[in-house]
């Protein structure tokens, strides 16, 4: 037994022999506020980027049948065979024409299941970027984007995104193309496109596409494309897609989820697609994190695919009823500035006499009830605004625009 004092663990300094990687992971400003809020009674959240509908039934059986049926073993590092057949289906439904025609088309080795878009995105940064590596980011943008990048050793570059006012008087948020080349240097090695955005709803035209695909290949860049909200859009056609543009060899691997149109967040699927010869670089990858999403969520997952357009179509228009009804509240209010999104499902708003958008949206759970993200966590361009999601039913966005007017005017 000694008889010395041993110094309590709190008090002892662990984070020294971390590598700076993972001490630069920056926290999340989202957390950070959900954490506060959570389960305060009658407060409506609306801070992260999900809905508020359960999973549909005919997911959730198909993960009980696998389950019934004894499929918790290991499987395919890349995916179930049925389940990359499934995406190829359904990606060939959507966004066919004119990719299929001069690329590898939409075969099902193309794609690799995913724990979710988190691990796709992680996957794609750790196939092109790293130590001493500059990627480019349009922002304000989803702050998993520069987490992930900071924590492989890149350095994310961020290219603001602005909010420029119509010549009718609305707004749009646009992405001044001659910004983002300015930006490429010679430790430029990828850049991250997500259109449509998150948190704007910045949607990129096809001619913005190809004219980024052509800065790419000019430079020898990557392109990191999230395109996950690319169907969630209220103008009644998707979204244009780098599937539009791009030719067989152009250097772009595409993130997904099956989070946001089949409200499966918590259920963790997704997947990456990405040309057919990086698939041992990939499978290796795979192995060395997750080993493959479980089975019997790769046949919910499939399910969603095969079944879920009904599932997806209802809650498309609940989310228009519900931004419709959110967006006409508060353009009644003058301190208020945004651009009524065209896709995914988010309002990004700045406040007039609100420049600290952190402590706004803890002063907002307080006084107002409702929750909602702070714009300094999608970067240095989202500092002025907060975002609120509105994938919500359109009696609950009602009240929660009611409660947001309210607090306006006093």
């Not at 609305?170 to 430790?187: G, M």
């Not at 449509?196 to 096809?206: E, I, Q, R």
């Not at 498309?316 to 419709?324: F, T, Y």
Request: aromatic share 10%; hydrophobic share 45%.
């Amino acid at each position: 037994m000694t008889s010395g004092l041993v110094q309590p663990a709190a008090e002892i300094d662990f984070r020294a022999g971390l590598r700076p990687e993972a001490l630069a992971a920056p926290s999340s400003g989202i957390v950070e506020v959900f954490q506060y809020g959570r389960g305060r009674q009658g407060l409506i959240p609306l801070w992260v980027g999900e809905g508020d509908l359960p999973t549909p039934p005919f997911v959730i059986e198909a993960i009980n049948r696998s389950l019934a049926d004894g499929e918790t073993f290991y499987g395919w590092q890349c995916g179930h065979p049925s389940l990359r057949e499934a995406i190829a289906g359904y990606m060939a439904a959507h966004y066919g024409s004119p990719f299929e025609t001069h690329c590898e088309a939409f075969a099902p080795n193309r794609f690799f299941a995913t724990v979710g878009g988190m691990q796709a995105l992680s996957i794609a940064v750790r196939l092109v970027a790293g130590g001493g590596d500059d990627v480019l980011v349009p922002t304000p943008a989803w702050p998993n984007f520069v987490g992930v990048l900071t924590t492989a050793g890149a350095r994310p570059v961020e290219v603001p995104i602005h909010l420029q006012n119509r010549a009718d008087g609305s707004r749009t948020w646009s992405l001044d193309l001659d910004e983002l080349k300015a930006a490429v240097t010679p430790q430029t090695r990828a850049l991250v496109i997500n259109s449509p955005a998150n948190p704007t709803g910045w949607t990129a035209t096809a001619e913005e596409l190809r004219q980024i695909l052509s800065m790419a290949r000019m430079h020898g860049l990557w392109v990191i494309a999230d395109e996950i909200y690319g169907r969630l859009t209220y103008t009644g056609a998707r979204a244009a897609s780098f599937h539009d543009v791009m030719e067989a060899d152009d250097r772009v691997i595409f993130i997904q989820t099956l989070s946001k149109n089949w409200a499966m967040t918590g259920l963790r699927a997704g997947w990456l697609e990405a040309p057919a010869s990086l698939s041992e670089t990939i499978e290796n990858l795979v192995q060395y994190s997750t080993s493959g999403v479980p089975l019997p969520i790769q046949r919910g997952a499939t399910a969603a695919l095969e079944k879920g357009e009904d599932f997806f179509q209802a809650q498309l228009a609940r989310m228009q009823a519900s931004r419709d009804l959110l967006c006409a509240d508060l353009a009644g209010s003058p301190r208020v500035r945004f651009a009524v999104p065209e896709a995914a499902f988010y309002l990004f708003c700045s406040i007039e006499g609100c420049a600290d958008t952190r402590a706004l949206a803890f002063q907002l759970i307080e006084e107002a009830g409702v929750g909602v993200a702070p714009g300094s966590a999608f970067g240095a361009a989202g500092n002025d605004y907060v975002r609120i999601c509105f994938a919500r039913d359109p009696q609950t966005m009602r009240e929660a625009a009611r409660r947001l007017r309210l607090w306006l005017e006093r």
